[in-house]
């Protein structure tokens, strides 16, 4: 990778689990989450809309300012008939001065390959083609189970299930999706 131009910010991806966030990388994820997601009031006391993830990708500038962020939920989910282990990825913001720099590109670069690591075969998230299409997003038609669906539908982001191969040699499966729970 090229080192970047003079004038160009340097940004730093860092992974982090969940569990070990302190409380004031707390504060900061609370504060830029609740800026990124104005419709859920859960954020004021919580770093999480639904579940907690047990991971983490921050993205920081060289001042060491949260700029970014994206959390993976290591879940099993039931697809085709069998049980499939996939990463729920969840909660993809950025502070909005620092949009439009390849941030959302780069911290799913990381994720993913810390999926791979993980043999992980599939990527999963609820968003827009358009954002996540470059990262090797594609949206899927199969009909979902999801708990509390009809807080989904009223999502004004209205995102679309989307699926990344990340380790699978083989397509997405056909059949219901179960996602044991909700959104993430």
């Known amino acids: 990778m090229p080192a970047p ?42 770093r999480y809309i639904h579940e907690a993830p047990a991971h983490r990708w921050l993205v920081r500038t060289a001042a060491g300012d949260l700029v970014a962020h994206t959390a993976v939920h290591d879940k099993v989910i039931f697809v085709g008939g069998r049980d499939l282990r996939i990463g729920g990825v969840a909660e993809v913001c950025v502070a909005h001065p620092y949009r439009g720099r390849g941030l959302v590109r780069r911290m799913l670069a990381e994720a993913h390959a810390w ?33 509390g669906s009809l807080i989904h539908q009223l999502n004004p982001f209205k995102g679309k299930p989307l699926v990344h191969a990340i380790t699978a040699t083989d397509p997405w499966p056909a059949g219901t999706v179960d996602l044991h729970g909700p959104t993430f």
């Open 115 to 147: 999926m791979q690591g993980e043999a992980i075969p599939f990527a999963m998230l609820f968003g827009q083609p358009k954002i996540y299409g470059s990262s090797g997003y594609a949206i899927i038609e199969n009909p979902m189970v999801i708990q």
């Open 5 to 46: 131009a003079a004038s160009e910010p340097i940004y730093t991806v860092v992974h982090c689990l969940d569990a070990e966030v302190s409380a004031a990388q707390d504060r900061e994820l609370r504060h830029l989450l609740l800026a990124s997601f104005p419709h859920e009031p859960v954020l004021l006391t919580r």
